[in-house]
């Protein structure tokens, strides 16, 4: 499978983005997805996990309550909504797909991953 992610961009801190990945490839439904974020001279860091159908989900301790991960299987596409974002979540977000049925946070685990969108907010 083949992802692109997008929709990042500059804000100002508390505001919003919304990021997308889009898959190519048949089998999207059967790859757990997540979103990974690295913020310079930083590790990367896993942020939000999704199911093959979307009904169980992970969210990093830092995010929840703030982002919003979603996809939809049919247009295979996977979203990340950010709400109330701070600047030092100012990263390269990855979209990332894994062969394992049990939800993962583990970057290990994830098969393939897109070319990554810069968020950056500013304060």
């Known amino acids: 499978v083949q992802l692109q992610a997008s929709g990042g961009g500059l804000v100002q801190a508390g505001g919003s983005l919304r990021l997308s990945c889009a898959a190519s490839?048949?089998?999207?439904?059967?790859?757990?997805m997540g979103w990974f974020r690295q913020a310079p001279e930083k590790e990367r860091e896993s942020v939000v996990a999704?199911?093959?159908?979307?009904?169980?989900?992970y969210y990093a301790d830092s995010v929840k309550g703030r982002f919003t991960v979603s996809r939809d299987n049919a247009k295979k596409t996977v979203y990340l909504q950010m709400n109330s974002l701070k600047p030092e979540e100012t990263a390269v977000y990855y979209c990332a797909a894994s062969s394992r049925v049990i939800l993962s946070s583990t970057i290990n685990e994830y098969n393939y991953w897109g070319q990554g969108t810069l968020v950056t907010v500013s304060s």
């Open positions: 999704i199911s093959l159908n979307g009904g169980y989900t």
């Open positions: 490839g048949r089998t999207f439904s059967s790859y757990t």
